[in-house]
């Protein structure tokens, strides 16, 4: 079935490094692809999004490139705040497959030290 | 601004206690969710509904049960609380766009914090 794996955290960073969170996915169709950032004591909210391959979903300085060839969606920011504190999860919904359901990664950890 | 409000959130309950977890949401959305999340596991789905009084098992269903009587409510309901549903209760909602699942963004809620003693 379809799946998603991220790379485990934590991530710890200084202020001004750049990230990257890997992500890559299974998926028995065409899925779309979305970044979830949930930031201390509330719910996931949207980060970015792309819906076909080789978009770039991008917000807040955050971006990400749907790759079909290797099946990735990783995140990226060049410059991160200690504001981006926060777990990040990404996630995959592919209604090719005939469910409904959005599969979510495990999640991973971003800490930003000033 | 979409929102999604969940009536608590933090909830502690006894063992056997039957619990009633409340969503609402005030964006005409059609998909409903109720997800819990436990550290190192992610999100797990444990109910779906696409439509009133419709639901579909998700992932983790057992224990569990829901209920859709208006189209901006959905409530999961555990019938007789036990220690291991002790979690982070997540609802979301989403449009449907032409079909039950899709390529539509998810709204979360803040989420509910049950402890089960």
């Known amino acids: 079935g379809d799946s998603v794996t991220q790379m485990e955290g934590p991530v710890t960073l200084s202020e001004e490094a750049f990230l990257t969170i890997n992500c890559t996915y299974t998926?028995?169709?065409?899925?779309?692809l979305f970044w979830y950032v949930q930031y201390p004591g509330e719910g996931l909210q949207l980060l970015l999004k792309a819906t076909k391959a080789d978009d770039k979903g991008s917000n807040k300085g955050f971006e990400a490139t749907y790759r079909k060839e290797t099946t990735s969606f990783h995140l990226e920011k060049g410059s991160v705040q200690v504001s981006d504190s926060a777990v990040y999860f990404c996630?995959?919904?592919?209604?090719?497959?005939?469910?409904?359901?959005?599969?979510f990664g495990t999640g991973t950890r971003l800490k930003v030290l000033a | 601004d979409v929102k999604v409000t969940q009536s608590s959130r933090y909830l502690v309950k006894r063992t056997g206690e039957k619990v009633f977890l409340e969503c609402v949401q005030d964006m005409d959305h059609e998909n409903m969710f109720w997800y819990r999340q436990d550290p190192g596991l992610g999100l797990r789905l444990i109910y779906f509904?696409?439509?009133?009084?419709?639901?579909e098992k998700g992932d983790i269903p057992e224990g569990y049960s829901v209920s859709r009587e208006k189209k901006e409510r959905f409530s999961l309901i555990l019938e007789s609380a036990s220690t291991n549903q002790t979690s982070m209760y997540l609802c979301?909602?989403?449009?449907?766009?032409?079909?039950?699942?899709?390529?539509?963004?998810?709204?979360f809620g803040p989420g509910t914090r049950l402890l089960v003693l």
């Open positions: 509904s696409y439509d009133v009084k419709m639901k």
């Open positions: 979301a909602s989403s449009f449907q766009a032409g079909g039950r699942g899709g390529r539509e963004t998810q709204y």
């Open positions: 998926a028995t169709g065409y899925p779309s």
């Open positions: 996630a995959l919904s592919d209604p090719g497959s005939g469910t409904y359901k959005y599969i």
